[in-house]
């Protein structure tokens, strides 16, 4: 018996298991605190309730990224729990609480796991139910309303502009420009319009590229159900506004003259536009300058589809490259094979309104030109080098220098 307790002891003090035995409580906990409420014993209840609470903030938000994958999730489910907890009995302080202290997670977290506790928090609007037939998938993206770019988490700065949503209206936007609301080829034909606005001057506004409505009016209605989570969303969104690194660095200098010039996704070996010394590149900066060019040539000029395995597709594509750019986490092998699975699963892909496809055989994209194809040379040219992209990010995504 004694042997028994010196043991516990011992494994209470290890923090991993703290955390998951913080979680295995967790419920029977909150159901305690219910039980006292629910007979009147509102003291109890509510003390019971500020030691779970404690114990949360301490268990779940340490550090996650130096926990083995079940300590994080255990962690990741705790929250998620606690969250409907209070959401349940309006907790508005105790979630206020969380929310000062949940960005401070914000980098420490998998991304796609926080993209679930977003959700937790914003019990998101009823039209997540009225379209979960459409939008089966699980990961949801979203469009820069400054740049056009695509995101994973909308409550932080644009990983490639630094946009963050800080008043109610534009956070209101960048919840409609999600994939949670609007289909992929809307989404990706106003991403577009931005990225090719955004080289103008002064740059083109979503209010420009935006053709369905008063965009204001529009968001205002798809998200008016979730107007008590949006405070909450908009409070992490404000948190994490100062947190931009940066625009990401996709050029590469010169060592003998000092001038840059952006990475040659194509050529592992590059040479200087103006002293021609080679520029040896190293093989992550090429990678997320590869991953960016072959999203933005899917984005600009591939024919959008409404299915479900195309938005899989595009979302895992966000996935990989908010991972590299804002993280500086390459993808493992198992990704990188995840994304071309998805690319075969979903070939052929056409382009410029149904002239080219590509399809992908052994690993390999191979553009053609449909028999309708009346396309101008330049064009063509230009759609050769597309597939050279996409087949220099597939070799990259499975090269050995990825870790399993
Ligand atoms: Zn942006
Ligand atoms: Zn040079």
Not at 22 to 32: D, M, R
Not at 210 to 222: H, L, S
Not at 325 to 352: E, H, M, N
């Amino acid at each position: 018996m004694f042997g028994l307790f010196k043991n516990r002891n011992v494994d209470i003090k290890n923090r991993n298991n703290k955390i998951v035995l913080a979680y295995g409580a967790l419920e029977n906990g909150l159901k305690v605190v219910e039980n006292h409420w629910s007979v009147g014993n509102h003291k109890q209840g509510n003390e019971y309730l500020e030691l779970i609470f404690e114990a949360a903030l301490q268990n779940f938000l340490a550090d996650p990224q130096e926990c083995p994958e079940v300590v994080r999730q255990a962690q990741f489910e705790g929250l998620k729990i606690l969250i409907a907890f209070l959401q349940r009995h309006g907790k508005q302080g105790h979630l206020n609480k969380l929310i000062k202290k949940i960005p401070q997670c914000v980098k420490s977290f998998e991304p796609v796991q926080l993209q679930y506790l977003m959700h937790a928090i914003n019990v998101t609007m009823e039209s997540l139910q009225s379209t979960q037939g459409i939008f089966e998938h699980r990961l949801v993206y979203y469009i820069c309303q400054r740049c056009g770019k695509l995101n994973l988490i909308s409550t932080a700065p644009c990983v490639h502009c630094g946009f963050a949503a800080t008043t109610e209206r534009t956070y209101r936007r960048a919840l409609l420009l999600s994939s949670q609301i609007l289909q992929t080829p809307i989404l990706l034909e106003l991403a577009s319009g931005l990225q090719m606005g955004h080289h103008t001057t002064p740059h083109k506004s979503i209010d420009e590229v935006w053709t369905y409505g008063n965009i204001d009016q529009v968001a205002r209605e798809r998200t008016q159900s979730s107007d008590d989570s949006l405070k909450l969303l908009l409070q992490f969104s404000i948190n994490s506004a100062e947190s931009f690194a940066g625009v990401p660095n996709l050029s590469i200098k010169c060592s003998k003259c000092e001038r840059s010039q952006n990475i040659a996704t194509h050529d592992p070996v590059q040479h200087c536009l103006s002293c021609n010394n080679q520029i040896p590149t190293p093989y992550f900066r090429r990678l997320k300058a590869t991953l960016n060019e072959a999203l933005d040539v899917i984005t600009y000029y591939a024919d959008h589809r409404e299915d479900v395995a195309y938005a899989n597709f595009i979302s895992v594509f966000v996935l990989i490259m908010d991972y590299a750019l804002r993280r500086d986490k390459a993808p493992t092998r198992a990704q990188g094979r995840d994304l071309i699975d998805r690319f075969i699963f979903i070939s052929p892909l056409s382009y410029y309104s149904e002239h080219l496809e590509v399809r992908i055989e052994d690993d390999h994209a191979v553009g053609f030109l449909l028999p309708n194809c009346s396309l101008s040379e330049d064009i063509r040219e230009m759609f050769e080098r597309h597939v050279m992209t996409l087949n220099c990010l597939f070799e990259m995504l499975t090269s050995k220098e990825l870790q399993t």
